[in-house]
């Protein structure tokens, strides 16, 4: 006995000392936002409370929650260089784009690199989701997702961190993180996992919030706009009905405040959208979209990201939870925290009167065109969802929006032809009963049997873990719904003048265009700007008379080139975003239409 309890005894202090050499190590970082230059910021770290090795990597995540594609934020580090106690360079080694050895490391105190903002990256099939990126304008505006500025060691994201972020004064941090305010520059925050640094985004800007309150929880709206023509209030009656309508079907899906960041910029390719966080999202949109498209665009993307605390954000499986930063793994679930988000967002605006039936419908026969482009139909949701990583499926990861919503709707109606259930309420008691605690991936599917008291063979099984064709008219004539052979194609329509704001410059106090390869209304000659609209002008009001056009078709200008002066009236060129659509029909106007009667079921 007395043998056994010192082995139970030294077992305990061996544990005990484990969680103490793992959980006490503790990674002080600083961020520099003071000194940004050129769209570059300085991270140092202080490294006297890790334990260190011979040598030890340091790792950036190849893609986080919400991606579904690698993208490698390491790839915007430069400059990365590593210290010992008496401040002399180790010998590091970049193995990857994502990897960084430091060998010697047993003597490491401190690491520096320079980090260059990912929303100037090049678009192509590896550019980052601005949403999820980073952000830096000097003085003016700063976007963070902390997994793009800071990393972890080895494999081991379970270690501390404490974040000094070193601000320009006249910029205020709004974020869901907590943190603690040192002085009028320097900010403080704290997080025990890498899980937990990646939880929420900080932007930094002069201040734009209004609030509102609904089901007793706050709500924050906070907007950043370039061009200064849009602000928070301007939005507020459109961002609270959403989130009301929202809180209608599922009472409040946060516990805590929850903040709307918009973030209005000069993009013109399609790198913009949402991105979900636990308390919060960010929506990036361009400043250049008609005030009536932006309505639809801002509840579309407000419903589906503030749904997102639904699933993924609190009912996810395991393999969500405890996510694969290295990009080796993923869950099979994604046609779920999509496809049924993206589908409940467009039926609960429909359902609440926010949109017309016609923009419903457009936006179902957008969706059935873009299903049949990604000619994925070989393939499961569920293996498409497992797969998407690989390059050989990447190019599918856009049809859990597409497949993954028409899926999700074909759902809804079987469910309410066969059950008691509709999808809406089936969510809502599988939601209550089993968020927030992580279940196996085959769980879900079980959830759907016990809640519906529907076999999964009957639907599930066919059309989402197999492959077997959605057929949709099959189940749209269900509801007095017809998909015509007919397309047809609905544009959104973006007005400028030049297209980089980079091409304006101030040369001997003059104004100039410096012309290059991009489309912009002086066809490229570079020209010395003289006024706009009969006003003198300066670098500032210049670069925002001429990329920000929104609803502006003209500008008188006064310009000289070659020696020449010109003044005339200038149009706007136009980008015309195409998009082709199926006419989705309601077969039916009277009091009986089963379609009304469907949509309104909750």
Not at 65 to 93: C, H, Q
Not at 118 to 143: C, H, K, M, Q, V
Request: overall charge neutral; charged content about 20%.
């Amino acid at each position: 006995m007395k043998s056994l309890t010192v082995g139970i005894l030294l077992t305990f202090f061996i544990t005990f000392l484990f969680h103490q050499n793992i959980f006490c190590q503790e990674i002080e970082a600083k961020i520099d936002l003071k000194n940004c230059i050129n769209d570059r910021i300085l991270i140092s770290l202080n490294l006297t409370h890790l334990n260190k090795s011979d040598s030890i990597t340091y790792r950036f995540p190849k893609t986080i929650p919400g991606l579904y594609t690698i993208v490698d934020f390491g790839k915007f580090i430069d400059e990365f260089n590593a210290y010992d106690n008496s401040g002399n360079l180790l010998k590091t080694n970049r193995n990857s784009k994502n990897e960084f050895v430091i060998y010697n490391s047993y003597n490491l105190t401190k690491i520096e690199y320079l980090l260059n903002d990912t929303w100037d990256e090049a678009l192509s099939d590896e550019s980052i989701f601005y949403p999820s990126g980073t952000r830096f304008e000097e003085n003016n505006f700063f976007l963070l997702n902390l997994y793009a500025l800071i990393g972890y060691f080895d494999d081991n994201v379970q270690l501390k961190y404490k974040i000094s972020i070193n601000k320009p004064q006249n910029l205020e941090i709004i974020s869901a993180n907590k943190f603690t305010k040192i002085n009028d520059s320097t900010n403080v925050f704290k997080f025990n996992l890498f899980s937990e640094l990646a939880e929420e985004p900080i932007l930094l800007s002069q201040p734009d919030t209004i609030s509102f309150t609904s089901n007793n929880n706050k709500y924050i709206i906070n907007t950043y706009s370039e061009n200064l023509q849009l602000n928070s209030a301007f939005l507020l009656d459109t961002i609270k009905s959403v989130i009301e309508a929202v809180n209608n079907q599922f009472n409040n899906l946060v516990d805590s405040t929850y903040y709307i960041n918009l973030v209005y910029d000069n993009w013109l390719d399609n790198r913009g959208g949402g991105m979900e966080h636990k308390n919060s999202c960010v929506i990036v949109l361009s400043n250049r979209i008609r005030v009536d498209h932006l309505y639809f665009i801002i509840k579309e993307k407000v419903a589906h990201e503030y749904l997102h605390c639904i699933t993924p954000l609190n009912l996810h499986s395991i393999a969500t939870k405890n996510f694969d930063y290295s990009g080796k793994t993923n869950t099979k679930l994604l046609w779920f925290y999509e496809g049924v988000t993206e589908y409940l967002s467009m039926k609960i605006l429909l359902s609440q009167k926010l949109i017309s039936t016609n923009k419903f419908l457009r936006e179902i026969g957008c969706n059935i065109y873009d299903n049949e482009k990604m000619n994925d139909k070989n393939y499961s949701l569920e293996t498409v969802s497992k797969e998407v990583l690989n390059k050989l499926y990447n190019d599918f990861f856009m049809n859990f929006y597409y497949r993954g919503c028409l899926t999700a709707f074909a759902y809804d109606i079987w469910l309410q032809k066969e059950t008691k259930h509709n999808l809406t309420a089936l969510i809502r008691d599988i939601y209550k009963d089993n968020n927030r605690v992580a279940f196996h991936e085959d769980s879900l599917y079980y959830f759907f049997e016990k809640y519906s008291g529907a076999k999964n063979d009957e639907f599930i099984d066919l059309y989402i873990r197999d492959s077997k064709e959605l057929t949709l008219n099959h189940f749209f004539n269900k509801i007095d719904l017809f998909i015509t052979d007919s397309l047809k194609q609905t544009f959104v329509v973006l007005r400028y003048f030049i297209t980089n704001k980079s091409n304006i410059k101030e040369i001997n106090n003059n104004i100039y265009f410096i012309s290059d390869s991009t489309k912009n209304i002086f066809e490229n000659e570079t020209a010395k700007i003289i006024e706009i609209n009969n006003n003198s002008i300066n670098l500032n009001n210049a670069i925002q008379s001429l990329m920000y056009a929104n609803n502006v078709k003209f500008l008188n200008m006064t310009y000289e080139v070659n020696n020449k002066i010109i003044q005339k009236d200038i149009k706007t060129l136009v980008k015309a975003n195409g998009k082709n659509y199926y006419i989705v029909l309601n077969t039916y106007k009277s009091d009986n239409n089963k379609f009304f009667k469907f949509i309104n079921s909750n």
